[in-house]
């Protein structure tokens, strides 16, 4: 009897590990709502929201971690930005550019640049980018998500797809509103 509970203990604890990425399912939306962190400023009256992160891996070793953050004026009026971090081994890849849905955008911009510790694998070197997104364009993927391409100076490219799940949490947490 005690060896099928210790069996049935380890074979749970193996499925968890297997499972580490945090990748947002049809079933977690209620899990974005609850994770998002709202910071209130009381002295200005503003709040920012920032959504838990997605984290994966791409082909070229490329670890990603993106989530959906928001600023909110004492008057109600919301800006919405994507944050993605990118952390590499090797070279500067220098990423420069950003494709939503095939359309070039506008708003890429490039917050910090790191390089970090050296080893026998070469060092790591992180980058900080903010995409600015409408409010409209995140209600109108809340049903399909919405993918975004980012490109390097090096031809390097990192796909990342933030799913529907994702953004009607998110939104569910901004608008104040439980799931």
């Given at each position: 009897m005690y060896r099928i509970i210790f069996f049935l203990i380890i074979g749970f604890g193996l499925?968890?590990?297997?499972?580490?990425d945090k990748r947002v399912d049809a079933q977690e939306s209620y899990a974005v709502y609850m994770s998002t962190v709202v910071t209130p400023n009381a002295a200005t009256g503003e709040k920012t929201y920032v959504g838990p992160p997605i984290n994966t891996m791409d082909a070229n070793?490329?670890?990603e971690m993106f989530s959906?953050?928001?600023?909110?004026?004492?008057k109600g009026a919301k800006s919405y930005e994507l944050l993605v971090l990118l952390t590499y081994f090797t070279d500067w890849r220098y990423y420069d550019s950003a494709n939503l849905e095939n359309k070039p955008a506008?708003?890429?911009k490039v917050i910090s640049r790191e390089a970090g510790v050296c080893e026998e694998r070469g060092c790591i070197f992180k980058e900080l980018m903010s995409i600015q997104l409408t409010d409209d364009f995140l209600r109108s993927h809340s049903k399909d998500g919405f993918q975004i391409?980012?490109?390097s100076k090096s031809g390097i490219k990192s796909d990342l797809y933030v799913p529907?799940?994702?953004?009607k949490g998110y939104l569910k947490a901004v608008?104040?509103?439980g799931n």
């Open positions: 499925i968890a590990c297997s499972n580490n070793n490329t670890f959906l953050r928001s600023e909110q004026s004492a506008s708003t890429f391409s980012i490109s529907s799940a994702y953004i608008d104040g509103k």
